[in-house]
C-alpha cells in the first residue's frame, strides 16, 4: 500500500475520532443535563415551558398588552380568542374618581357597540354596512350566525400595561440575581422569576381589592401556611422572604402535578381546581381548549400565556423598551432581635429615618412605624451594610424591651360616653376620639368597639366622612359555605356577622390637617342602633368578645360567635391548639362548614381569654387597615343577580369586592340563597395614590 494511501486512512481515522468526541460531548452534557438525579431541572428549556399552538394567539395577545398598548388604551376582544380585536378605543390616563368613571362609561359603551353588530350578524347576514363588513371578516369566511351570537356574549376590555411592565422590570433588577438563586436553591427553573409581572408588574406595595399582598400576591389563608402574618408582621409584603415561599408553593404544586403549565396555572386556579381539570381533561392542552370548571375562567384560562408572553418581553426587553436602567440590589446585613424594640430608639441609635427602616424591612405594619407595637423579638432585621454586627449589637443591647405593646378595645355599653371610656382607661379624649374616627358629637353605639390607644402612640388625625344615611335591617343568621375557596385548598370562611347596618364611608381617604376639637360639642350617651345610622367603615360591631366561659374537666371552655373571615385555623393558631381539637370539642366532623352566627366552643387551656380576644382584635383590624390604606369608597352602585351568579365568583370576579365589605352593604340579604333578578348593592372601589 502507498504513502498516500496510508495517508488517507488515517486522515479518516482521525476525522471519525473527532466526530465520535464531538457526539460524546453533546450526549454527555444532555446526559447530565437531564439525568433522573436533575428531575426539576434549575436551568430553564422551552421544553419545560412549551408554547402550545393552541394558546399562541393568547400569549401574542399579552405580548401586546404588555409592550404596545398603555393604560390609555382599552383594547375591546373576544374572550374565547383574543386575536380578535374589534377596535382600540382611547382611555384618559388620569387616575381621578371622574377619569375612571369617565374610562368605564366608554369601555361600556365600546362594549355593547359591539354585542349589538354581532347580535344582528347572528339574526340577520349578510353584513349591511362597512363596519358590520369589518366585524365578520375578524371571524373569516367560515363563521356562522351561531359564531356570532357566542361572540355577543364573550366580549372584553383589557386595559394595556406596557408602561407597568417596563417600570416593572427596572424594579425588579434589584432583586432577580437574588430571585433566582432562590428558584434555583429548591431546584426550580429560575425563569419562574418573571412570574410577579403578571400578578404585580414588581410593585413591591402591591395590595389586591380581595386582600392578596405583595409582589407575589399571596391571600391571607396560603400566605399563612408559608409565612408569618399578623397585626405586627406580613412577610407576605417582604420580596425576599415572598419569593421563598412562593417557590415552596409552585414546587408542591409541580410534585402534585407533574407539568409547568400546570402547576403555573395552579398559582391562580389552586391545586384543588388543577386536579379537577386534570381529572377531566388530562394534560394542559386538552384543558385549554375542552375544560369548561363552573370557576375556570379568562384569569386562569390565560393565566399560562401570560406567564409566557412576559417570560419572552423580559428575556427580550431591548427589542420592546429599549436600554433599561436597572435598580440596583440595596445592600444589607440581617440581624435576628433578642428582644422588643421602639422604631424611634432604632433611629436613634443608628441614625435612620424612618423610611430606610421601612423601604429595608417592608413587612413591618403600619402599627410599628406609629409606636402602636414594637418590633417583635426574634424578628430578622435588616439594616444598611455599614455597621459591623458587632457594632450592631452593642448599640442594641439597651434598647431592648421586655413584651409587645397590648392591643386593648372597648365594648361599648348602656350608659358609656367617650368622656366616661376616656377616664377608665387614664387617656386623653382627644386620643380617643381620633383613634377610632368618631365623629365632632363623639357618637357612639351599644355593641361597638372602641380602640383605646397605647402609650406614645402617634395618632394620625383622619377627614370625618361624609355621612349618608342607611336603613338599618334585622340580623337574621345566613349560613355560608364557598365552594370555590375549597377548590382551592383553601378553608372556606365560616362565619359573618351582619354589620346592624353600618356601611362604609364615601371616600374614605386621610386628610392632613383635621383636627377633631379637644372637647367634642356634645359628649352622646350611646344608644341603641336605630332605623338609620351614619355611614363610617371604621364602626366596629362584631363580637370579638367571648361571650362565656365554662369548665369541662377543670379546663376553661370559651363560647364565642364566629365572625367574617374567621376559620378554625384562625382559632388554632391563637389558641395553641391543633384544628382538630376544636373540631372535636364542637363534634364537627372534617367537611363540616359552620353557619354564620353559630356559637363555638374553643380550648382556654394555652391562651388566656384577654389573649385571644386581642389576637381577634387585632385580625380584623389588620384587615380593615390594610384595605383602607390602598382604597377608598367612591361610590354605591347597583347589581342585579343574573342566572349562575355564585357570591363568591361575584366578589372575585364580576365586582371585585371582597365579601366582608360586601355584606356591609346588604346586612339583610342571604347571600347562600341569592335570587334571579334580585338586586344587590356593591360599593365602587378608588385605588388611593402610592406615597
Request: proline content about 6%; hydrophobic content about 35%.
Given at each position: 500500500?502507498?504513502?498516500?494511501?496510508?495517508?488517507?486512512?488515517?486522515?479518516?481515522?482521525?476525522?471519525?475520532?473527532?466526530?465520535?468526541?464531538?457526539?460524546?460531548?453533546?450526549?454527555?452534557?444532555?446526559?447530565?443535563?437531564?439525568?433522573?438525579?436533575?428531575?426539576?431541572?434549575?436551568?430553564?428549556?422551552?421544553?419545560?415551558?412549551?408554547?402550545?399552538?393552541?394558546?399562541?394567539?393568547?400569549?401574542?395577545?399579552?405580548?401586546?398588552?404588555?409592550?404596545?398598548?398603555?393604560?390609555?388604551?382599552?383594547?375591546?376582544?373576544?374572550?374565547?380568542?383574543?386575536?380578535?380585536?374589534?377596535?382600540?378605543?382611547?382611555?384618559?390616563?388620569?387616575?381621578?374618581?371622574?377619569?375612571?368613571?369617565?374610562?368605564?362609561?366608554i369601555?361600556?359603551?365600546?362594549?355593547?357597540?359591539?354585542?349589538?353588530?354581532?347580535?344582528?350578524?347572528?339574526?340577520?347576514?349578510?353584513?349591511?354596512?362597512?363596519?358590520?363588513?369589518?366585524?365578520?371578516?375578524?371571524f373569516?369566511?367560515?363563521?356562522?350566525?351561531?359564531?356570532?351570537?357566542?361572540a355577543?356574549?364573550?366580549?372584553?376590555?383589557?386595559?394595556?400595561?406596557?408602561k407597568?411592565?417596563?417600570?416593572?422590570?427596572i424594579?425588579?433588577?434589584?432583586?432577580?440575581?437574588?430571585?433566582?438563586?432562590?428558584?434555583?436553591?429548591?431546584?426550580?427553573?429560575?425563569?419562574?422569576?418573571?412570574?410577579?409581572?403578571?400578578?404585580?408588574?414588581?410593585?413591591?406595595?402591591?395590595?389586591?381589592?380581595?386582600?392578596?399582598?405583595?409582589?407575589?400576591?399571596?391571600?391571607?389563608?396560603?400566605?399563612?401556611?408559608?409565612?408569618?402574618?399578623?397585626?405586627?408582621?406580613?412577610?407576605?409584603?417582604?420580596?425576599?422572604?415572598?419569593?421563598?415561599?412562593?417557590?415552596?408553593?409552585?414546587?408542591?404544586?409541580?410534585?402534585?402535578?407533574?407539568?409547568?403549565?400546570l402547576?403555573?396555572?395552579?398559582?391562580?386556579?389552586?391545586?384543588?381546581?388543577?386536579?379537577?381539570?386534570?381529572?377531566a381533561?388530562?394534560?394542559?392542552?386538552?384543558?385549554?381548549?375542552?375544560?369548561?370548571?363552573?370557576s375556570?375562567?379568562?384569569?386562569?384560562?390565560?393565566?399560562?400565556?401570560?406567564?409566557?408572553?412576559?417570560?419572552?418581553?423580559?428575556?427580550?426587553?431591548?427589542?420592546?423598551?429599549?436600554?433599561?436602567?436597572?435598580?440596583?440590589?440595596?445592600?444589607?446585613?440581617?440581624?435576628?432581635?433578642?428582644?422588643?424594640?421602639?422604631?424611634?430608639?432604632?433611629?436613634?441609635?443608628?441614625?435612620?429615618?424612618?423610611?430606610?427602616?421601612?423601604?429595608?424591612?417592608?413587612?413591618?405594619?403600619?402599627?410599628?412605624?406609629?409606636?402602636?407595637?414594637?418590633?417583635?423579638?426574634?424578628?430578622?432585621?435588616?439594616?444598611?451594610?455599614?455597621?459591623?454586627?458587632?457594632?450592631?449589637?452593642?448599640?442594641?443591647?439597651?434598647?431592648?424591651?421586655?413584651?409587645?405593646?397590648?392591643?386593648?378595645?372597648?365594648?361599648?355599653?348602656?350608659?358609656?360616653?367617650?368622656?366616661?371610656?376616656?377616664?377608665?382607661?387614664?387617656?386623653?379624649?382627644?386620643?380617643?376620639?381620633?383613634?377610632?374616627?368618631?365623629?365632632?358629637?363623639?357618637?357612639?353605639?351599644?355593641?361597638?368597639?372602641?380602640?383605646?390607644?397605647?402609650?406614645?402612640?402617634?395618632?394620625?388625625?383622619?377627614?370625618?366622612p361624609?355621612?349618608?344615611?342607611?336603613?338599618?335591617?334585622?340580623?337574621?343568621?345566613?349560613?355560608?359555605?364557598?365552594?370555590?375557596?375549597?377548590?382551592?385548598?383553601?378553608?372556606?370562611?365560616?362565619?359573618?356577622?351582619?354589620?346592624?347596618?353600618?356601611?362604609?364611608?364615601?371616600?374614605?381617604?386621610?386628610?392632613?390637617?383635621?383636627?377633631?376639637p379637644?372637647?367634642?360639642?356634645?359628649?352622646?350617651?350611646?344608644?341603641?342602633?336605630?332605623?338609620?345610622?351614619?355611614?363610617?367603615?371604621r364602626?366596629?360591631?362584631?363580637?370579638?368578645?367571648?361571650?362565656?366561659i365554662?369548665?369541662?374537666?377543670?379546663?376553661?371552655?370559651?363560647?364565642?360567635?364566629?365572625?367574617?373571615?374567621?376559620?378554625?385555623?384562625?382559632?388554632?393558631?391563637?389558641?395553641?391548639?391543633?384544628?382538630?381539637?376544636?373540631?372535636?370539642?364542637?363534634?364537627?366532623?372534617?367537611?363540616?362548614?359552620?353557619?354564620?352566627d353559630?356559637?363555638?366552643?374553643?380550648?382556654?387551656?394555652?391562651?388566656?381569654?384577654?389573649?385571644?380576644?386581642?389576637?381577634?382584635?387585632?385580625?380584623?383590624?389588620?384587615?380593615?387597615?390594610?384595605?383602607?390604606?390602598?382604597?377608598?369608597?367612591?361610590?354605591?352602585?347597583?347589581?342585579?343577580?343574573?342566572?349562575?351568579?355564585?357570591?363568591?365568583?361575584?366578589?372575585?370576579?364580576?365586582?371585585?369586592?371582597?365579601?366582608w365589605?360586601?355584606?356591609?352593604?346588604?346586612?339583610?340579604?342571604n347571600?347562600?340563597?341569592?335570587?334571579?333578578?334580585?338586586?344587590?348593592?356593591?360599593?365602587?372601589?378608588?385605588?388611593?395614590?402610592?406615597?
Amino acid at each position: 500500500m502507498t504513502d498516500s494511501c496510508w495517508c488517507e486512512i488515517n486522515a479518516k481515522k482521525r476525522f471519525i475520532k473527532t466526530i465520535l468526541i464531538i457526539f460524546l460531548m453533546v450526549f454527555g452534557v444532555c446526559f447530565f443535563q437531564h439525568s433522573p438525579a436533575q428531575a426539576a431541572i434549575t436551568e430553564t428549556s422551552d421544553n419545560e415551558f412549551p408554547l402550545y399552538p393552541a394558546i399562541k394567539p393568547n400569549v401574542d395577545f399579552w405580548i401586546s398588552i404588555f409592550t404596545k398598548y398603555s393604560k390609555s388604551h382599552g383594547v375591546i376582544h373576544d374572550i374565547n380568542n383574543p386575536s380578535i380585536i374589534y377596535e382600540v378605543v382611547q382611555l384618559g390616563s388620569s387616575e381621578t374618581v371622574s377619569a375612571n368613571s369617565c374610562n368605564q362609561k366608554i369601555k361600556t359603551a365600546a362594549i355593547q357597540k359591539y354585542r349589538e353588530i354581532l347580535l344582528k350578524l347572528s339574526k340577520e347576514p349578510p353584513p349591511s354596512s362597512d363596519e358590520e363588513t369589518r366585524v365578520a371578516s375578524l371571524f373569516g369566511q367560515h363563521a356562522t350566525p351561531a359564531h356570532f351570537e357566542l361572540a355577543a356574549s364573550n366580549i372584553r376590555c383589557q386595559t394595556g400595561l406596557s408602561k407597568e411592565f417596563k417600570e416593572g422590570l427596572i424594579r425588579a433588577g434589584a432583586v432577580l440575581d437574588e430571585f433566582k438563586r432562590i428558584f434555583k436553591s429548591h431546584g426550580l427553573p429560575a425563569d419562574l422569576v418573571y412570574l410577579p409581572c403578571v400578578e404585580s408588574s414588581y410593585n413591591f406595595k402591591a395590595y389586591s381589592k380581595l386582600g392578596a399582598a405583595g409582589i407575589w400576591q399571596f391571600t391571607h389563608e396560603t400566605g399563612k401556611i408559608y409565612m408569618n402574618i399578623d397585626y405586627v408582621v406580613d412577610e407576605r409584603r417582604d420580596p425576599y422572604i415572598s419569593t421563598d415561599a412562593a417557590a415552596r408553593l409552585l414546587k408542591k404544586n409541580y410534585q402534585v402535578l407533574g407539568e409547568w403549565p400546570l402547576a403555573i396555572t395552579a398559582y391562580n386556579h389552586g391545586l384543588t381546581g388543577m386536579l379537577r381539570a386534570k381529572n377531566a381533561a388530562g394534560n394542559y392542552e386538552n384543558i385549554f381548549k375542552t375544560y369548561q370548571g363552573p370557576s375556570f375562567k379568562f384569569a386562569s384560562i390565560n393565566f399560562y400565556s401570560e406567564f409566557l408572553a412576559a417570560r419572552i418581553v423580559a428575556k427580550n426587553h431591548e427589542k420592546h423598551f429599549g436600554n433599561l436602567r436597572f435598580q440596583n440590589p440595596a445592600a444589607f446585613q440581617t440581624v435576628k432581635t433578642k428582644g422588643f424594640l421602639t422604631v424611634k430608639d432604632l433611629m436613634d441609635k443608628f441614625n435612620l429615618s424612618i423610611e430606610d427602616i421601612q423601604t429595608l424591612n417592608p413587612s413591618l405594619r403600619p402599627p410599628v412605624f406609629t409606636e402602636k407595637k414594637y418590633i417583635p423579638k426574634g424578628f430578622n432585621l435588616k439594616l444598611p451594610k455599614i455597621f459591623s454586627i458587632h457594632e450592631i449589637d452593642n448599640r442594641m443591647a439597651g434598647l431592648y424591651k421586655s413584651g409587645q405593646k397590648p392591643s386593648r378595645f372597648h365594648k361599648v355599653r348602656k350608659g358609656d360616653t367617650a368622656s366616661s371610656i376616656a377616664r377608665l382607661y387614664s387617656i386623653k379624649l382627644n386620643d380617643l376620639i381620633r383613634s377610632n374616627d368618631l365623629s365632632r358629637k363623639a357618637a357612639l353605639f351599644i355593641g361597638q368597639n372602641l380602640r383605646i390607644p397605647v402609650r406614645d402612640e402617634i395618632i394620625t388625625a383622619k377627614k370625618q366622612p361624609d355621612k349618608t344615611k342607611i336603613p338599618v335591617p334585622s340580623s337574621e343568621p345566613v349560613v355560608l359555605s364557598n365552594p370555590e375557596q375549597e377548590s382551592k385548598g383553601l378553608p372556606a370562611p365560616d362565619l359573618i356577622k351582619p354589620a346592624t347596618g353600618l356601611d362604609p364611608m364615601i371616600g374614605a381617604a386621610a386628610t392632613p390637617g383635621y383636627e377633631p376639637p379637644a372637647d367634642p360639642i356634645f359628649d352622646s350617651i350611646a344608644e341603641p342602633l336605630t332605623d338609620v345610622v351614619a355611614i363610617n367603615p371604621r364602626i366596629d360591631m362584631s363580637d370579638i368578645k367571648i361571650l362565656q366561659i365554662e369548665k369541662k374537666g377543670g379546663l376553661p371552655i370559651g363560647v364565642i360567635k364566629v365572625e367574617a373571615e374567621e376559620t378554625l385555623g384562625h382559632y388554632a393558631g391563637w389558641l395553641k391548639v391543633s384544628s382538630q381539637e376544636i373540631r372535636k370539642l364542637n363534634a364537627f366532623k372534617v367537611k363540616d362548614t359552620i353557619p354564620i352566627d353559630r356559637t363555638i366552643k374553643i380550648p382556654l387551656k394555652k391562651t388566656t381569654s384577654q389573649q385571644f380576644e386581642e389576637q381577634r382584635f387585632e385580625f380584623h383590624k389588620e384587615i380593615e387597615e390594610d384595605f383602607f390604606g390602598s382604597f377608598s369608597i367612591t361610590g354605591v352602585e347597583t347589581y342585579e343577580i343574573k342566572n349562575g351568579d355564585n357570591i363568591w365568583r361575584l366578589c372575585e370576579n364580576e365586582l371585585e369586592v371582597p365579601f366582608w365589605l360586601l355584606k356591609k352593604y346588604n346586612p339583610d340579604i342571604n347571600f347562600n340563597s341569592l335570587q334571579l333578578k334580585q338586586k344587590i348593592k356593591y360599593p365602587v372601589i378608588g385605588k388611593l395614590k402610592e406615597k
